[in-house]
Nanobody
Framework: QVQLVESGGGSVQAGESLRLSCAAS????????MGWFRQVPGKEREFVAT????????YYTDSVKGRFAVSRDNAKNTVYLEMKSLKPEDTAVYFC???????????????????WGQGTQVTVSS
């Protein structure tokens, strides 16, 4: 019901920055929050950040606090993830996801989100 198109991934050196974008379309009226997750081969998908659409309240996993910033542009139906001071351990495929009904009220869990983007690769070299 919500289509998500991600962009902005790439390869950078440690300490550099990237800005990911996720444009949403379709039935976006009932979206409560947009989340960012990341995954590396053989690992579980990990929560990174999320933001509520109405209030713009962000939440982050501890490992990215102070380095990453999630924001949204409601007029453009777009969510951003600004990543600074990137580290090799940030290397992963990054996904954006939309929380729409049914709501499960656990914004840090991937099971809370109903629609997902295709993922964009972020590679950080030391």
């Amino acid at each position: 019901q919500v289509q998500l198109v991600e962009s902005g991934g790439g390869s950078v050196q440690a300490g550099e920055s990237l800005r990911l974008s996720c444009a949403a379309s379709g039935r976006t009226a009932d979206v409560y929050a947009m989340g960012w997750f990341r995954q590396v081969p053989g690992k579980e998908r990990e929560f990174v950040a999320t933001i509520t659409w109405s209030g713009g309240i962000p939440y982050y996993t501890d490992s990215v606090k102070g380095r990453f910033a999630v924001s949204r542009d409601n007029a453009k139906n777009t969510v951003y993830l600004e990543m600074k001071s990137l580290k090799p351990e940030d290397t992963a495929v990054y996904f954006c996801a939309a929380d729409r009904p049914p709501y499960t009220w656990n914004l840090r869990s991937q099971m809370n989100y109903e629609d997902w983007g295709q993922g964009t690769q972020v590679t950080v070299s030391s």
